[in-house]
C-alpha cells in the first residue's frame, strides 16, 4: 500500500483490490514568504467504490493521508462528487481553510499580546493554535477590521514577521523558520523542463504606518429599526457608543449587537494617522514600488522591520519551478537543488505539489537567495511610551535601542486686522452742517485672523 487515506471509519487506497480504490489525487501544500496571506493545504482525489453513501458527507469531516505509512498531512472534507457509476471525487482542506470560513470582529489593540489576539481570532472555530514562545509575549498596537479569521490571523504574522507551518497532525504553529539549507538534492532527484522566471525590478517598499487615537466628534452610525441581536458594522472604528430606542448587548471598535427597537446609534470615530516608512531595494534606483497600505498592525513599534524584511525579499526576483522526486520537503523549507538552467540553486520553498503515486512527483516553486529572517535580527519595539511637557526621560534598564518620534505644538493663532471707516453722511448747506442718513455707507472689514 502505498497511499492511504482514512475517512468516516474507511479506508481509501491505491491497492488494486481496495473496496475503496484511489485512482488518482493531488496534494498541495503551500506557505507565504511574508505571511501577507495564508492559503490552505488542499487535497483532491477519486475513488472507485460500489459504496453510494459516499456522498452522504458530514461538512469538515476529518481524513487523514498517509504515505508509504508516513503521515502527510490531515484534512477536513468540503465536497464529495458522484462523476461516474462507480467513481467519486473527494475536495478537502487543511485547517486554515475552516479559518476562512469564520468571522473575526476585530477590535483595537494597544498592547495585546500575540497569545491574547490569537486566542481571540481563533475562538469558536475548533483549529489549534501552537505559538513558538519568542512570538507569545510580543504586543501588537493597532486595529484590526471585521474580516475573516484567516485574513485577521495573516496581519498578525505579517505584523511580527512570523511564519505559519501546518502540521501534520492538522493543528497550525505559527514559529519562525530555519534560514539554512534544510534539504540537499542532486540533479538525478529533477526532472527535466523546470524554467525560471526572473521578476520585475523592485526599486523600493514603501509601507505604511499606522496609529490612532481618540477622537471628540459624534457621528450618527445608525438610525432605524432593529431586531433582537443584530448586529451593527461600523467603516472605521469608533469609541463611545450611545443608543436611543434599543440597548447594546455587545461592542467593540468594529460593531454593537443591539437588542430589538426603533432609535438612532452614535459613536466617536478614532483619528487614524498615517505615515509612509520607505526602504530601498535596488541601489541603482531602478524598478517599481511595492506599496503596503492596508496591514493595520504596521505600528511605530514594528514598521521598521516590517520595511527591511520586505526590502529583502523583494530583492530576490528570481523563482524556479521545477519537479522533483519528493523527499518530505516541505513549503518554507530552503533546498539546495539543481538549477534547471545549470549549476545548483538555494530554494525559499513557497508550494510544494505531490502527485499520489509510487514515488511522490512534486511540482514545486519557490525564491532562489531569499532566507527566512529570524526573528532575533528583526527590528521590534516591545514597549511605548507617551511625554507630554516638559521634563528628562529615563531610558528603562535593559534597553537597548529607541526609536524617538517627535510632534511639535502648532503654531499660534493670529489676530485679524482692523476693518475700514465708514462714511460719516456729512453734508453743508451754506454755512450750516447737517447729517443725511441715506449718504451714510460703511467701511470695508478686515482681515480675518489665522488659525
Known sequence: MRNRITYAGKEFSDDLGAAYRLTTGDCLLETSALSDSLAANTLEFEVDSEDTSLTQYVRNDKMVYEHKGKLIGTFYVQEVARIGR?????????????????????????????????????SSTGVTVEIKTIFQGHKLYGWLPIATARDNLAQVLFAIGAYLRTLANGVLRITSLYSGVGWVRGQDKCF????????????????????????????????????????????EPVHDLKANGFTILESNCNYAKVSAG???????????????????????????????????????VNSVGVAERLAEYYAHQETIQQDAVWSGEQPGDVVR??????????????????????????????????????????????????LTGSGQWTVPDGVTNVRAVLIGGGRGGKPGKS?????????????????????????????????
Open 419 to 451: 476693518g475700514e471707516n465708514g462714511s460719516s453722511g456729512k453734508r453743508f448747506s451754506g454755512s450750516s452742517l447737517y447729517y443725511d442718513s441715506g449718504n451714510m455707507s460703511p467701511g470695508s472689514g478686515g482681515d480675518g485672523g489665522e488659525g
Open 262 to 300: 426603533t432609535g438612532t446609534l452614535t459613536g466617536i470615530p478614532y483619528l487614524h494617522h498615517m505615515r509612509d516608512i520607505t526602504q530601498p531595494v535596488a541601489a541603482n534606483g531602478e524598478g517599481d514600488d511595492v506599496t503596503v497600505k492596508e496591514a493595520y498592525l504596521v505600528s511605530l
Open 192 to 235: 527535466v523542463d523546470g524554467s525560471v522566471n526572473y521578476g520585475t525590478p523592485v526599486s523600493r517598499v514603501i509601507v505604511t504606518e499606522h496609529r490612532w487615537e481618540l477622537g471628540t466628534e459624534s457621528k450618527e452610525l445608525f438610525t432605524g429599526a432593529l431586531n433582537q441581536g443584530d448586529i451593527v458594522r461600523f467603516d
Open 86 to 122: 462507480y467513481t467519486y471525487r473527494f475536495s478537502a482542506i487543511s485547517a486554515m481553510g475552516l479559518l476562512m470560513g469564520k468571522t473575526h470582529y476585530g477590535g483595537l489593540y494597544t498592547g495585546h499580546t500575540v497569545a491574547e489576539v490569537v486566542s481571540d481570532i481563533v
Open 337 to 386: 537543488t539543481a538549477h534547471p538552467y545549470g549549476g545548483t540553486a538555494e530554494v525559499f520553498l513557497a508550494s510544494v505539489d505531490l502527485a499520489m503515486s509510487g514515488i511522490l512527483r512534486a511540482a514545486e516553486s519557490g525564491v532562489v537567495g531569499y532566507k527566512p529572517p529570524q526573528y532575533e535580527e528583526t527590528v521590534l519595539f516591545d514597549q511605548v511610551e507617551i
